[in-house]
């Protein structure tokens, strides 16, 4: 059980971190922004209440002190200025350690000292209305608790008590946060205070508060005779008690009458609701994975069965199948639907990227993301998280120039770094660009000749793909000083290896002194697609269906030349022209592509701006199918991006339009 608390505890504050860390960016550049002051109060309150329910004492402390810091900040009892900010976003870092800690089980060794010596020296700074020994702590413990309910026994016995004289103290004793034994500690203010008078209630009870049950305060309820000086001076003199507030009590009874006529106007008003409604649920990412290998499997049952009924002649069968067909697909789509996520599930936390590199460059940057609402592939967004860190920052690292040298080229001193997602024919685009001073030739130029990556012939027809190509090469760059997250190079190599085996593709744009972007494409999905089935020779191929613009049929005759390629006017544009099989190495056969008119079955493809005609023996139909990865020693072919079962149990391998391109 504790497990599965663990896995939802994970989940729901990996949430709440993510939020407070997108607001404290808000608050940083705009400090009276007061409803992302309160989002983050009420995050860090949360994660607070959650931690201390899993005994995360850790965790508890920090957010506790951090929770004080903010409600002091929202309240105005303390100005925000960037000090105060920078403390909080060390708490978040600190928190997220601590998180991930507790995700693989490991002994907490991260230090919060430091950290909370920090919001504690805020904290000891007091404001002239704020009563003398009363620590933001403690008044939020009497801020949330002055009246407390007593049972009938508890109210008759504290009745007994000041009918004989003695007063009933309402006591709050808050720890040290670096308390490491507190159970020992509130036994001692137990012990002592039994010495002072009778303990007639205390929250939680007595016996929590000996097996370290409860946060950092507690309350006690004391009937004395002793002054509450005498009271206060006791209690502190015990080590590592931080604060002590004695009160005078005041002590609320209901009766069960008022408890019946409460619950009976509620339930008059509302009618009794004892279960609520489940709206969501969490499932683990193990299982909707499995999920979707089972779905390509039936799938491929689908495929085969339809295939086996349509090769028999099977009519009773016909209708179930085309049933079950329409079925598995909406299942399909279903299914699909739940392993989408929007791409602001990564990118949210982009801005506190660009603000920390950004301080730690010295520079002043702005970002802009558009588009984070698009959904991808789980797997696809786990996959692009480092590409996009790398190239953000180095964007800013290597893009963007300092603020005094955007001023010599008449720019604005704040650089400026755009994400933009958008969704085209089954495709996602993510364009990460920059308004700084775009890559400079001559300096590619001069590190390539000298590395031997080039010649000096090559160097006059130097463009952004052949730029991007050598950027892109490990470990080049042109920046002269290396840091973690200097030079385009650093990562570059990386992040298009990563892109491309996703099925995707990177390109490159840049201008002197206006900037630079990266386009990355990548596939909807990595699991099921819509595909062409083709047949070349005697070999079947997919074609993805999102790069197909048009399956015609041409004569001979309407092939020309041009510069030694095959072309083809379609419609006033020349499209060239690929035969597969001399491509593929395909062995010929007595089938020929020409039909019995003689004329070529040609599958027009597309990528970006740029189309070319495929030379097929025979379009064969479109088909679902269900995207299997190659084996180690044939990922890398080029035109080939994976494989997939056909109906009759045969492999079929899916063509990589952009590699062919």
Same mark, same amino acid.
């Given at each position: 059980?504790?497990?599965?608390?663990?896995?939802?505890?994970?989940?729901?504050?990996?949430?709440?971190?993510?939020?407070?860390?997108?607001?404290?960016?808000?608050?940083?550049?705009?400090?009276?922004?007061?409803?992302?002051?309160?989002?983050?109060?009420?995050?860090?309150? %949360?994660?607070?209440?959650?931690?201390?329910?899993?005994?995360?004492?850790?965790?508890?402390?920090?957010?506790?002190?951090?929770?004080?810091?903010?409600?002091?900040?929202?309240?105005?009892?303390?100005?925000?200025?960037?000090?105060?900010?920078?403390?909080?976003?060390?708490?978040?870092?600190?928190?997220?350690?601590?998180?991930?800690?507790?995700?693989?089980?490991?002994?907490?060794?991260?230090?919060?000292?430091?950290?909370?010596?920090?919001?504690?020296?805020?904290?000891?700074?007091?404001?002239?209305?704020?009563?003398?020994?009363?620590? +933001?702590?403690?008044?939020?413990?009497?801020?949330?608790?002055?009246?407390?309910?007593?049972?009938?026994?508890? %109210?008759?016995?504290?009745?007994? +008590?000041?009918?004989?004289?003695?007063?009933?103290? /309402?006591?709050?004793?808050?720890?040290?946060?670096?308390?490491?034994?507190?159970?020992?500690?509130?036994?001692?203010?137990?012990?002592?205070?039994?010495?002072?008078?009778?303990?007639?209630?205390?929250?939680?009870?007595?016996?929590?508060?000996?097996?370290?049950?409860?946060?950092?305060?507690?309350?006690?309820?004391?009937?004395?005779?002793?002054?509450?000086?005498?009271?206060?001076?006791?209690?502190?003199?015990?080590?590592e008690i931080e604060e002590v507030v004695v009160?005078?009590?005041?002590?609320?009874?209901? %009766?069960?009458?008022?408890?019946?006529?409460?619950?009976?106007?509620?339930?008059?008003?509302?009618?009794?609701?004892?279960?609520?409604?489940?709206?969501?649920?969490?499932?683990?990412?193990?299982?909707?994975? /499995?999920?979707?290998?089972?779905?390509?499997?039936?799938?491929?049952?689908?495929?085969?069965?339809?295939?086996?009924?349509? %090769?028999?002649?099977?009519?009773?069968?016909?209708?179930?199948?085309?049933?079950?067909?329409?079925?598995?697909?909406?299942?399909?789509?279903?299914?699909?639907?739940?392993?989408?996520?929007?791409? +602001?599930?990564?990118?949210?936390?982009?801005?506190?990227?660009?603000?920390?590199?950004?301080? /730690?460059?010295?520079?002043?940057v702005d970002l802009e993301i558009l588009g984070?609402?698009?959904?991808?592939?789980?797997?696809?967004?786990?996959?692009?998280?480092?590409?996009?860190?790398?190239?953000?920052?180095?964007?800013?690292?290597?893009?963007?120039?300092?603020?005094?040298?955007?001023?010599?080229?008449?720019?604005?001193?704040?650089?400026?770094?755009?994400?933009?997602?958008?969704?085209?024919?089954?495709?996602?685009?993510?364009?990460?660009?920059?308004?700084?001073?775009?890559?400079?030739?001559?300096?590619?130029?001069?590190? +390539?000749?000298?590395?031997?990556?080039?010649?000096?012939?090559?160097?006059?027809?130097?463009?952004?793909?052949?730029?991007?190509?050598?950027?892109?090469?490990?470990?080049?760059?042109?920046?002269?000083?290396?840091?973690?997250?200097?030079?385009?190079?650093?990562?570059?190599?990386?992040?298009?290896?990563?892109?491309?085996?996703?099925?995707?593709?990177?390109?490159?744009?840049?201008?002197?002194?206006?900037?630079?972007?990266?386009?990355?494409?990548?596939?909807?999905?990595?699991?099921?697609?819509?595909?062409?089935?083709?047949?070349?020779?005697?070999?079947?191929?997919?074609?993805?269906?999102?790069?197909?613009?048009?399956?015609?049929?041409?004569?001979?005759?309407?092939?020309?030349?041009?510069?030694?390629?095959?072309?083809?006017?379609?419609?006033?544009?020349?499209?060239?022209?690929?035969?597969?099989?001399?491509?593929?190495?395909?062995?010929?056969?007595?089938?020929?592509?020409?039909?019995?008119?003689?004329?070529?079955?040609?599958?027009?493809?597309?990528?970006?701006?740029?189309?070319?005609?495929?030379?097929?023996?025979?379009?064969?139909?479109?088909?679902?199918?269900?995207?299997?990865?190659?084996?180690?020693?044939?990922?890398?072919?080029?035109?080939?991006?994976?494989?997939?079962?056909?109906?009759?149990?045969?492999?079929?391998?899916?063509?990589?339009?952009?590699?062919?391109?």
């Amino acid at each position: 059980m504790q497990d599965s608390y663990k896995e939802l505890f994970l989940s729901e504050s990996q949430e709440y971190l993510g939020n407070i860390s997108k607001c404290l960016v808000k608050i940083e550049e705009n400090p009276a922004d007061s409803p992302s002051i309160n989002e983050i109060f009420r995050g860090i309150h %949360t994660l607070k209440g959650m931690s201390a329910t899993m005994g995360y004492d850790k965790l508890t402390a920090l957010c506790h002190l951090a929770e004080d810091l903010l409600d002091e900040v929202r309240n105005k009892k303390r100005k925000l200025n960037s000090e105060i900010i920078d403390i909080l976003f060390a708490a978040v870092d600190i928190i997220g350690e601590l998180l991930e800690e507790i995700k693989v089980n490991k002994p907490s060794v991260v230090d919060i000292g430091e950290v909370t010596q920090r919001l504690k020296k805020f904290l000891l700074i007091k404001d002239k209305e704020v009563d003398e020994g009363l620590t +933001a702590a403690a008044k939020s413990v009497l801020a949330s608790g002055d009246k407390f309910a007593f049972s009938e026994s508890e %109210t008759k016995t504290v009745r007994q +008590a000041q009918d004989k004289g003695f007063q009933v103290f /309402k006591i709050v004793i808050t720890l040290n946060h670096d308390c490491v034994m507190k159970e020992a500690r509130a036994f001692l203010v137990i012990t002592n205070l039994r010495k002072l008078g009778e303990i007639l209630k205390s929250v939680p009870e007595v016996e929590n508060l000996k097996e370290g049950k409860f946060e950092f305060f507690f309350t006690v309820f004391l009937a004395s005779k002793e002054d509450q000086r005498i009271i206060r001076q006791e209690l502190l003199s015990i080590s590592e008690i931080e604060e002590v507030v004695v009160s005078s009590a005041e002590v609320q009874e209901k %009766t069960a009458a008022e408890v019946k006529s409460t619950v009976q106007t509620a339930s008059a008003q509302a009618g009794p609701v004892y279960v609520k409604k489940i709206q969501s649920m969490r499932i683990p990412v193990e299982r909707l994975d /499995k999920i979707m290998n089972l779905m390509g499997e039936l799938a491929i049952a689908k495929i085969r069965l339809a295939q086996t009924v349509q %090769t028999y002649k099977i009519e009773p069968l016909e209708e179930v199948v085309f049933m079950l067909d329409r079925l598995i697909t909406t299942l399909q789509d279903e299914v699909m639907q739940t392993r989408l996520l929007p791409v +602001a599930y990564i990118l949210d936390a982009f801005p506190r990227v660009v603000r920390d590199v950004a301080r /730690k460059q010295n520079k002043e940057v702005d970002l802009e993301i558009l588009g984070s609402e698009i959904e991808l592939d789980r797997v696809v967004l786990d996959e692009i998280s480092d590409p996009l860190l790398h190239l953000v920052r180095n964007s800013i690292d290597h893009g963007l120039e300092t603020p005094e040298d955007r001023i010599k080229k008449k720019k604005s001193p704040r650089g400026k770094v755009t994400i933009q997602v958008s969704r085209q024919k089954g495709q996602i685009f993510i364009e990460v660009g920059d308004d700084g001073r775009g890559v400079d030739f001559q300096a590619v130029k001069k590190v +390539a000749l000298a590395k031997g990556l080039i010649t000096e012939e090559e160097t006059k027809d130097l463009d952004e793909k052949r730029i991007l190509d050598l950027i892109a090469l490990p470990g080049f760059t042109t920046s002269a000083k290396i840091t973690d997250i200097s030079g385009r190079g650093v990562g570059l190599d990386v992040v298009k290896s990563k892109i491309e085996a996703l099925g995707g593709r990177v390109d490159f744009e840049t201008t002197k002194d206006v900037g630079s972007k990266f386009i990355l494409t990548l596939p909807l999905t990595l699991a099921i697609i819509k595909a062409m089935l083709v047949k070349v020779q005697e070999e079947i191929y997919a074609v993805p269906l999102m790069n197909i613009r048009e399956t015609i049929k041409i004569s001979k005759k309407e092939l020309k030349y041009l510069q030694n390629f095959e072309v083809i006017k379609v419609r006033d544009e020349v499209i060239p022209i690929i035969r597969l099989d001399k491509i593929l190495g395909v062995a010929s056969s007595k089938l020929k592509p020409e039909d019995g008119d003689g004329r070529l079955s040609l599958v027009i493809v597309e990528y970006g701006k740029k189309a070319m005609g495929l030379v097929v023996s025979q379009v064969l139909g479109e088909q679902d199918i269900a995207v299997k990865p190659l084996g180690a020693l044939v990922k890398r072919t080029k035109g080939i991006a994976g494989a997939t079962i056909l109906g009759d149990g045969r492999v079929a391998l899916i063509l990589d339009i952009m590699s062919l391109m």
